[in-house]
């Protein structure tokens, strides 16, 4: 704190500052403001002007010994030998303060650039009401670090050509502060998913499988003892379907757990029927038969049932998706049983007839208590 101290008492010396008693008999020094107007062209806003005889004399150094904002900021720039200040646009009152310190101590002015605030998705400044406000946050929530890079930089900047996909060194050619906006850009919770979107479709598979496993080991699903082949297997039949790591595991879950939980309306829609307990009891049925449980042969066997049995497909289809997944919505339901696996595909299965009333075929499930 010594160099403030010293900084300041040269001020006080030349006469730009002077002590401030308080009533406690406390000594703070503060900085004289010169009536005139102060005049700087912002690299971003252009020429900005304030009149100094509005600017009451400030503290530089309170009484405790430490320097305010606007001191320190000078002191420590000009000893760093700072050229450009770029900080956002709530510091342009800030600046004629600085400025008038700067020529006090004889120091070389720096260039100024304030960009504008960002601001949430209802106008109002960015704030912890708004969502996750730290990097980390987003990293935890499984966005992809370039994504949000990438993402983070085109808020209130343009590369020009509607350019929106980046590499960082894409960014740092393409970057000049001519290009920043000067009102605030709002910070658009969907649009970041539509770019970690893009971003993980043009990973290779493999290359999101090693990150995929990663933030999988730090959730709250138990991993178990799965290969690194069928991790990639996963990856690859969600590749077109996630939007981050965590839109991953929240479409996934079913594959790590031996209970699931059955989504209610899907149950109505599509369990809650005459005649699907005899239908997935024929399912399971022709499922057990199979040897080799991979989507060839699954699909063969279950189309062959729908002939037989003289049904569309997709009348199959959603009941069983339903019974082995807890929703209607799934990926492929071949692909997605071949992952399963036959054992825990029958034991679904099995779970689910078992939980149908044999004499109303209405399944007694209620979620979220309902589970198999």
């Known amino acids: 704190m010594s160099v403030y101290k010293e900084y300041a008492e040269k001020l006080v010396a030349q006469g730009s500052a002077f002590y401030d008693t308080d009533a406690e008999g406390r000594k703070a020094i503060r900085f004289k403001m010169q009536e005139g107007v102060t005049r700087f062209d912002d690299l971003i806003h252009g020429p900005i002007t304030f009149d100094t005889a509005l600017i009451e004399d400030f503290v530089i150094l309170k009484a405790d010994g430490f320097p305010t904002y606007n001191f320190a900021c000078v002191v420590d720039d000009a000893d760093m030998g700072i050229t450009h200040i770029i900080r ?10 600085q400025i008038a310190l700067y020529k006090a101590f004889g120091f070389k002015i720096p260039e100024f650039a304030h960009i ?15 969502g996750a406000t730290s990097v980390t946050e987003y990293r935890d929530k499984g966005y992809l670090p370039h994504a949000l890079v990438n993402f983070l930089a085109l808020l209130g900047w343009s590369p020009g050509n509607d350019l929106e996909i980046l590499s960082i060194q894409e960014m740092i050619d393409k970057f000049t502060l001519k290009r920043v906006n000067k009102t605030s850009a709002q910070f658009n919770n969907t649009k970041l998913d539509w770019m970690t979107g893009q971003y993980i479709k043009n990973t290779p598979v493999r290359q999101l499988a090693t990150e995929v496993k990663r933030f999988f080991e730090k959730s709250d699903i138990t991993m178990g003892e799965i290969s690194s082949e069928w991790l990639t297997n996963l990856v690859e039949l969600y590749h077109e379907r996630f939007k981050t790591f965590q839109d991953l595991l929240n479409q996934t879950r079913f594959f790590f757990t031996d209970t699931i939980e059955y989504d209610q309306v899907a149950v109505d829609k599509f369990l809650n029927k005459e005649g699907i307990a ?18 060839k042969n699954l699909e063969e066997s279950l189309r062959a049932l729908t002939v037989k049995i003289g049904i569309g497909f997709s009348k199959l289809a959603q009941p069983l998706r ?19 696996g036959k054992e825990k595909t029958l034991k679904r299965l099995s779970c689910t007839v078992n939980n149908l009333s044999e004499k109303s075929n209405a399944v007694k499930i209620n979620a979220p208590g309902g589970t198999c």
């Open 88 to 97: 956002g646009d709530d510091h342009i009152s800030n600046t004629p303060k």
């Open 116 to 130: 504008p605030m960002i601001l949430g998705e209802d106008g109002s400044r960015l704030s912890k009401r708004h």
């Open 278 to 295: 005899g239908l997935l009891k024929e399912v399971y049925s022709a499922l057990s038969l199979l040897k080799d449980f991979d989507k």
């Open 322 to 340: 339903v019974a082995i997944t807890g929703k209607s919505v799934s990926a492929g339901i071949f692909e997605t049983m071949e992952l399963l």
